[in-house]
């Protein structure tokens, strides 16, 4: 459906606003005019930024920031970003971290919940709508995961 690109980031940041106050971080949105609104599928987009930005909140220390962007890429696509300033992910797990069940060292994400699906599941869906994904990080600054999507209705597609 036709989608308002700010509120549903907005959104997305209300449904995790008590996690958010709690670890006293900073949230920001920001969403480039050209990409206002997109012909999306909420729920399915929903469950991608639930995911990014839960990860995002796990990984990232008290007092932290989580950036969330809108712009149109290149190819004229969709890209949506969430940036943490958080713990980061090692350069040899970076590779991996789309994989089903993968988490980085066991150690550090015990005692965080969670069955390291996030990002496969992310992963899936992004595809499935024709766009894709991906992460930089940079270990101890912060991660930043972008995802691209169509911003019209695809021919043969009832969104
Ligand atoms: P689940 O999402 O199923 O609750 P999870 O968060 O462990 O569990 P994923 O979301 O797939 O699983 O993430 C996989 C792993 O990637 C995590 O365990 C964590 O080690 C690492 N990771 C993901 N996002 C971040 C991030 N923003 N900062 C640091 N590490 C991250
Ligand atoms: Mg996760």
């Not at 999306?40 to 639930?50: A, K, N, P």
């Not at 965080?112 to 894709?132: C, D, N, P």
């Amino acid at each position: 459906q036709q989608t308002d690109i700010s509120e549903m980031l907005e959104d997305v940041a209300d449904r995790f606003s008590f996690q958010i106050r709690q670890k006293r971080i900073h949230i920001s949105t920001v969403v480039h005019k050209d990409v206002a609104s997109a012909w999306l599928d909420r729920d399915q987009i929903d469950q991608v930024l639930g995911n990014l930005v839960s990860n995002a909140l796990k990984y990232t220390p008290e007092g932290g920031t989580i950036s969330l962007q809108a712009v149109k890429s290149e190819d004229g696509m969709l890209a949506i970003s969430v940036r943490d300033s958080g713990i980061g992910i090692p350069k040899k797990d970076i590779e991996r971290i789309f994989e089903r069940f993968y988490r980085v060292d066991k150690a550090r994400s015990r005692n965080m919940g969670g069955t390291g699906l996030g990002l496969s599941i992310a992963r899936e869906i992004v595809k499935a709508h024709g766009g894709s994904i991906s992460l930089q990080s940079e270990l101890n600054e912060g991660s930043l995961v972008t995802f691209t999507l169509p911003l019209h209705q695809q021919r043969g597609s009832e969104g």
